[in-house]
């Protein structure tokens, strides 16, 4: 009896070894992970209190495994969310996320990656690890909400997995790359508010999965490249706050599922265009555009919000608005003419816009 109480307690031990084997993660990775963390200070909700042991595949906050390699697949660590969502590590009710330091190089040995979020926490300063470009399995790179400055990795387009790359409201500076353009699988990109300068690269179309491209408040500079009606499901256009010039490219009106362009607050010029857009949201204000207001609109125009203010237009309200299917708000204001600033839907428009 003694004898099969030993058997069955050795078989016990060896099954739960196994387990623990095949759950835990390659030591090179646990050490990658001391390393970022301590690059970094989170003083409020001690989320890196749950990074005990050498099993960085089990219960650490934040981090996911492939559960067949053993190997760290994504990291998430998002700053305004983790009171909501994880309150044990909430330190009062008011905190929001806010964490320091910078996004040590170590992550780059965590090679199987494919999912990057460390987002939202307002202190994390630094560059982007140009090793990035080598986690050939990145599908996603949310930086957002940070204090991150230099530039984006040159090498950037080596990520032809990357389906996702947010990097809005830091601080980084310099071009968009040229390599960008090899992000064949890229979905969205989220480049608001930091301090991007140049051109938009001519070759942008090249990206034909791209769905929303968000550029806003930057110093990009330049000319609106024609080729981003090459994609064909991009729906959410904004580069609005730039210093782009130059005319507003005719093929963005023939965009059969753009939804929403909104590129005010630039130096854009030449005549109005796109009226007769399957667009419902069109901000074209604050730029430098000149000659009337094209005579465009039918019955498939469906337009939520129409501002056209503070431009150099001229001549009559067009008559076929009382076509369009609907038309909410209209700003004609602060042009070569009086105009009146508001909109009602379906009513015809009379008023003219004098020289």
């Known amino acids: 009896m003694c004898g099969a109480r030993a058997i069955l307690a050795m078989s016990l031990l060896l099954v739960t ?16 992970l001391m390393s970022f963390k301590a690059a970094l200070n989170e003083p409020y909700f001690g989320i890196f209190h749950s990074w005990r042991g050498t099993n960085c595949c089990y219960n650490w906050y934040g981090i996911s495994c492939d559960p067949t390699s053993r190997r760290v697949a994504e990291i998430t660590l998002r700053g305004l969310t983790v009171g909501d969502n994880h309150r044990r590590y909430k330190h009062t009710e008011t905190t929001s996320g806010y964490m320091t330091g910078h996004i040590s190089p170590s992550i780059c040995n965590l090679t199987q990656l494919s999912s990057i979020t460390i987002s939202d926490w307002k202190g994390i300063s630094g560059n982007i690890p140009e090793c990035i470009t080598t986690l050939n399995f990145l599908q996603i ?53 930091n301090a991007i300068e140049g051109p938009i690269p001519g070759n942008i179309g090249r990206l ?34 730039n210093q782009l010039s130059g005319p507003i490219p005719f093929s963005l009106g023939q965009m059969s599922v753009l939804d929403s362009l909104n590129l005010k607050y630039n130096n854009l010029s030449g005549r109005m265009t796109l009226l007769a857009s399957r667009m419902s949201h069109l901000d074209l204000s604050r730029n430098a555009l000149r000659g009337p207001i094209p005579d465009v609109f039918s019955e498939i125009s469906y337009f939520i919000n129409i501002d056209l203010s503070h431009n150099k237009l001229n001549g009559l309200i067009p008559k076929s608005m009382a076509l369009a299917t609907y038309i909410g708000h209209v700003d004609f204001s602060h042009n070569h003419g009086i105009v009146p600033t508001q909109w009602t839907p379906f009513r015809p428009a009379t008023s003219t816009m004098h020289s």
């Open 17 to 32: 070894l196994q387990v623990l084997n095949v759950s835990s993660c390659p030591p090179s990775e646990w050490a990658a």
């Open 208 to 241: 034909r999965k791209l769905n929303r491209v968000l550029l806003s408040h930057n110093r990009i500079n330049g000319r609106i490249p024609r080729s981003f009606s090459n994609i064909y499901g991009l729906a959410d256009i904004d580069m609005s706050l």
């Open 141 to 193: 790179i949310d930086l957002s909400g940070n204090m991150i400055s230099e530039k984006i990795p040159y090498d950037i387009g080596h990520l032809t997995q990357l389906m996702m790359l947010n990097l809005a409201d830091n601080h980084i500076s310099n071009r968009i790359p040229a390599t960008l353009v090899n992000l064949v699988n890229l979905k969205q990109l989220d480049l608001r508010n």
